[in-house]
Structure formats: structure tokens, C-alpha cells
């Protein structure tokens, strides 16, 4: 219990209030890939004139994000974002991605 | 929950011998409190992430007023080229969608030790954890004679509202051939390059309804956020309309009248027609009151969580934090707000929180089709938020006219885009 603070602590002793298991949106990939929906929407559901990538299967997103990186694919920003993270990280953000609500 | 007496209930605590968290109890029904101050970009965002990370959470959001109107977009409105409704954003969805609890309310108090937010109203929010997102508040009398009473005759409309509508009436009102000056602060303050795309859009209203006028930028820096784009496209758009006098030729804003209009620098007295007086600016005064700022008027925090380093189980984002190499900016207070919500879910449940990974991007509008950008990725190097070398940067000089539209409709993209994601 340590480091439980003591709400919860009364809480989940009494079975109150249960802490869902799957909490996994707030993994580290999580908060990296979604500081990409201040631009693209919570997500990647662009509203407006942002490119949506919602609904992009894995492979096509990882390839893109690569394709930006290397200088591959032609860009305003993307290039200059896409240098910000290892090959390693791009491919797990376009994993969470993938795994979103369409 | 609601059903059971206190009695038992107190019964059940002594059993489990834990009686001293009576005063917790109502926070049952929704897990952990936690309260946000600030429904801007900062803590509309905390608000929403939080519950997308924990639904359990139970979080309340207190806002000044009943909807934040965002500055971000505000120079389109100044320059006539969308109206307030625009640029204001309600917390609705939030509550509906979100779950999310929202009081109007000013908050007068922290109480770090009794973990406790008060209100004008008298209102008492206790919390398990705390995010502080009140955005900036102004040096009043830094330029002399610039405090308050005169921002109403002379606006900085630095916080969007009143003073964004004020500003648009003078600039309508003004006589063609007048000058229009506008006085930029030393850094660091909220948006480096928002004075610069001010100023362009202003000219842009200047060049097809005050023909004749001028406007100059009384800078007390020598250099700015994008200088070099900003200076490629006046050359291109606004030649004889814009002048801007860095601090090295007494561009430095030092003394106003507001009431007889007039401006000085060391050496030079100006009339201009309308005056836009950007001051030196501090965290949101309620970090002050709460002693979440040091020296500086801004709030030092842990890098990878946002929490105070001076007070505990508070966490400063947005303008109001001291973010090593991260901007003052909309999106900047955006990005943190996620950071901080996963740091907080961690440390609510007793896990190591993660390592912070953010992004800035600012666009910059200098006409309707003209638009430039700074975008980077941030991450924590030698225990300080430092830009990832080789990222980020500004957008290529001398590109052609595609790519600037290109980046003015991204620019218009992103606008709507934070929005959703921030408040819907
Ligand atoms: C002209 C201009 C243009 C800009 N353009 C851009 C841009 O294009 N892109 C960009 O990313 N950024 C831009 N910015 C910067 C952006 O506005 C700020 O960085 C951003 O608003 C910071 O978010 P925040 O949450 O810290 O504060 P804010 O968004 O200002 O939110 C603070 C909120 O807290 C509330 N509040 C304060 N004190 C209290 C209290 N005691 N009790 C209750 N409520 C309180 C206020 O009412 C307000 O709603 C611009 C700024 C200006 C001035």
C-alpha cells in the first residue's frame, strides 16, 4: 500500500472505487504519441485542415513516420518532428495509433 | 456509497484501522480528487487526459469565467478577420463528455498543507493533487506609468476577452495615415513570436483600410522568435507600413501617458493614433499568492512531473511554469498538460512516473495565405527539458508562395485541431 494515497488506500479496501486494470493510456508511449493531437486531434480525428490518420493501419503509419524522418516523403513540419524521436519510438507511436478508435 | 451512515462507515474505517481518513471519504464515488485551476490550454487539457487516463479520477476544473477565450487566433480577430465567438472556447463537452466537474469561481487560496483550494465565493475544494494552470499576469508600472486603469485606454490585449475587442475597436476607429505602435517585452513572456504576427496581420488590416498609416515595434530585445522570416515576408508585404526599432536603436518601451497618448523610450516621444502595450509579465497571480514562484515571477518544477518544487502535491504547467527550453505557448501548455497527467496517475498510485516527452509547434499568420512555423520535441537531458538536437527548427527562407499558404491553412488546421483536443 505504500505510496497509495490514503483515499484510494479507503477506497479499494471497501471495493469503492476500482481502478480500472487497463490503464495503460498513460504508458510512456501514450503521453509521447499524444502530444502529436495537439495537431492532428485527440487521436489523429482531425476536424479541420490537418491531415486525420485515425483509421491508417500500422504499417502504413510506421512508413510514414520513417518516410519522414529519412526525408523521404516531402513535408512542411512532419520532417522536422518526425527527427525528434528514434526509429524505435516512431514505430511504437504508430502502433498506439493503430490501436486507437477509429 | 451514498447509503451507507457515516456510523458504519466509521466502524468499517476502525476495523481496517485507518479513523483518520474520515475527511477523504466522499472521494469514494470517484477515486482520487483532483482539482485544476485554469480552463486555457494548460488545464482544459489536464482536465480531459486526466479522465482519458483514469476514468475513476474524480476532477474538478475552476475557471475564473464561463468560457476561456483563446488567445491563440486573437490577432485574426484584432486584424478583422474572424469575430470573438471564434476564439471562444466553452467547457461543455468537458462536463458531458469528459466527465469532467467545472466550477466558475475565482480561486483566492491554496492551502498546500491542508490540501485545500478556496474560492471567492467561499467555496472549499480539498485535493489529492493539484494542477495550477492560471496562465500570466502583468508587471503593472514596470513602464512607468503603464498600470491597470492605463491597459484601458492603452490595451495589451495580452489575456484574449475585453481587451482583444477594445483593441480592434481603436484600430477601426483610427484615422488613415495614422501610426499604430506596438511596444514588445523582454523575455521571457507568453507566445516570443506573438507580438511579430500582431503586428503583420495589424498591417495587413492597415495596407487595405488606413492607407498611409505606419506601425512601429518599440522592442526592448534585440532579436525575436523567426526574426528572419518575419523580417523576409515585411520586406515582401508590408515594406513601408512596418519599422521595427530593436532595443540597441531605443526601441525599449519605458514610460506611457496613457490619458494624454503618449509613449517614450530614453530618447524619443511618440503620439501614436492607437498604442499596444505588451508589459513584462509574471505566472498567473495566484501562483505568486500560493508561493509556487521564485524570484524569476515564474513557478519551477520537477521536469518529468510538473510538480512544484516549492510546494508538494502541486503541479505548475503552461505559462505560468519555469520549462527549461520549452516556449510560453498554447501548445507547449498543452502538451505539458498530458505529462503531468500521467505524472500524476503514477504518483497517485505509487509508481515511478514516466520520462516527460513533449512538442511545440507556434504557427505564425502574416497574412490570411502567408503563414510560418517553429515546431521541436522535447525531452529531459541533464535533468532540464532541452529540444532533441537534430530536431525542430523554423520553416525553410525563401520557400515559394505555395509553401507559405500551405503553412498558413496548417496554421488554421492546427487552431481547430488543439481545440478539439483540448476542450472536446
Ligand atoms: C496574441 C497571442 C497569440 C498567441 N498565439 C499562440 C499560438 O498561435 N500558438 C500557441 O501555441 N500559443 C499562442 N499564444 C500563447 C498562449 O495563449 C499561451 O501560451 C497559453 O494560453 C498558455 O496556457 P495556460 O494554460 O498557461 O494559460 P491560459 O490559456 O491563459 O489559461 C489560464 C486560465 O486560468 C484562469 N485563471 C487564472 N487565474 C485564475 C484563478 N485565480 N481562479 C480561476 N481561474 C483562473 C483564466 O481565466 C484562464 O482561463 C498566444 C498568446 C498571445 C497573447
Known sequence: ?102 | MTNISRRTFNGLLGAAGVLSMAGTLSACSGGPKVVVIGGGFGGATAAKYLKRYDPSLDVTLIDADKSHFTCPFSNTVIAGMNDMAYIERKFDVLVNKHGVKVHTDMVVAIDGAAKVVKTKSGQSFPYDRLIVSPGIDFKWNAIEGYDEAASHIMPHAWKAGPQTVLLRKQLEAMPAGGLVVISAPGNPFRCPPGPYERASLIAGYLKKHKPKSKLMILDSKDAFAKDKLFKEGWEKLYDDIIEWVPAAKNGKVTKVNAKEGVVETDFEKFKPAVSNIIPPQTAGKIALDAGLADKSGFCPVDPNTFESTLVKGVHVIGDAAIAGEMPKSGYSASSQAKVAAAAIIAMIRGEKPGEMSAINTCYSLLAADYGISVAAVFAVQDGKIAGIKGSGGVSPMGANYQFRKKEADFAVGWYQSVSQDSWA
Open chain 1, 1 to 102: 500500500m505504500r505510496g497509495i494515497p490514503a483515499t484510494l488506500a479507503v477506497c479499494l479496501a471497501f471495493g469503492l472505487a476500482l481502478v480500472p486494470a487497463a490503464a495503460k493510456a498513460a504508458d510512456p508511449v501514450a503521453v509521447m504519441a499524444d502530444a502529436c493531437s495537439g495537431c492532428h486531434g485527440t487521436d489523429g480525428h482531425s476536424i479541420g485542415g490537418m491531415p486525420a490518420f485515425s483509421g491508417k493501419k500500422q504499417d502504413e503509419l510506421t512508413k510514414a513516420l520513417r518516410d519522414f524522418k529519412s526525408g523521404a516523403k516531402e513535408a512542411t513540419v512532419m520532417d522536422r518532428i518526425a527527427k525528434g524521436y528514434s526509429v524505435e519510438q516512431l514505430d511504437a507511436i504508430a502502433a498506439y495509433f493503430a490501436s486507437r478508435k477509429k
